[in-house]
């Protein structure tokens, strides 16, 4: 079977939490440095995005050791994953392991050929170029130490990910961001009317742009991994409703910021 390799090296600082673990003895014993890998998903346009999870290998230098080299996880939480079940918040546990101490530098996830998107009730088989197997290259440098287990998020933009052929066919060219919550904020809130179904933009002082899909029963949205700083934050509705756009929304690392419930106006009809 042809697979397709992810190479994902974590830019972003790594979420530390002290697990210290009391001994018989009276000194205390530190547990093994613990990895863990979560897979959440901005909103996308289809019924269903599936991914195909084989594995998952870290590139791992043991104390000691100068060059290292891949290993294959054993505690992987391998299958078909429906991206959009992971989407405003959620998020899903895809691989977990101790390791001895050292340095991680790179992630990679391997997929196999049953990708697919459901688009207006038909599934549609996504293929994934030749070009796509050296992966996404981000630079990590993950220092593991005794007593602490290191958390991160893949966040798999299904949207922009799905690239749609001239011919009728799907091609996956994935856009992933990784991220932790201790090192970033969050918005969240309602929409209303549900009917609306807006598109919902947080644009940053310098242009950088995150965004997500309100969803489409409860009207309920969330971004999570913005930068510290002020935003604007566009809803872009479907036709029938004015777009509304939200100045100076303030994030702050580690806080989700309330908007509330947002009202989308109807679209005011000439005569």
Same mark, same amino acid.
């Given at each position: 079977m042809k697979k397709l390799f992810l190479s994902l090296s974590i830019v972003a600082s790594w979420l530390a939490v002290s697990?210290?673990?009391?001994?018989?003895?009276?000194?205390?014993?530190?547990?093994? +440095?613990k990895i863990s890998i979560r897979l959440t998903d901005a909103p996308a346009s289809y019924d269903e995005v599936l991914i195909d999870l084989q594995e998952?290998?870290?590139?791992f230098s043991g104390e000691g050791e100068e060059e290292g080299g891949w290993h294959t996880l054993e505690n992987?939480?391998?299958?078909?994953y429906n991206l959009l079940d992971f989407t405003n918040g959620a998020d899903t546990l895809i691989a977990e392991e101790e390791f001895t101490v050292g340095e991680i530098s790179q992630i990679r996830l391997i997929l196999g050929e049953n990708n697919k998107i459901k688009k207006d009730g038909?599934?549609?088989d996504v293929k994934t170029p030749s070009a796509q197997q050296s992966g996404l290259k981000l630079n990590v440098h993950a220092e593991l130490e005794k007593g602490v287990a290191y958390r991160v998020w893949l966040d798999f933009d299904a949207s922009r990910s799905i690239v749609a052929k001239g011919n009728g066919t799907y091609s996956?060219? +994935?856009v992933i961001r990784?991220?932790?919550e201790a090192a970033s904020g969050a918005l969240k809130g309602m929409v209303f009317p549900v009917e609306s179904k807006p598109y919902i933009q947080a644009i940053s002082a310098n242009a950088d742009t995150f965004s997500t899909y309100a969803d489409t029963t409860t009207g309920y949205f969330m971004i999570k991994a913005l930068p510290e700083g002020n935003y604007k934050?566009?809803?872009?509705p479907?036709?029938?409703y004015q777009i509304k756009e939200i100045d100076e929304v303030e994030l702050v690392n580690g806080e989700i910021n309330d908007m509330g419930t947002v009202t989308i106006e109807e679209a005011v009809t000439a005569g």
């Open positions: 697990c210290v673990e009391e001994s018989n003895s009276s000194s205390e014993e530190l547990s093994s +440095p998952v290998r870290v590139h992987v939480n391998t299958g078909i038909v599934y549609h996956l060219k +994935p990784v991220f932790t934050v566009d809803f872009n479907v036709e029938g």
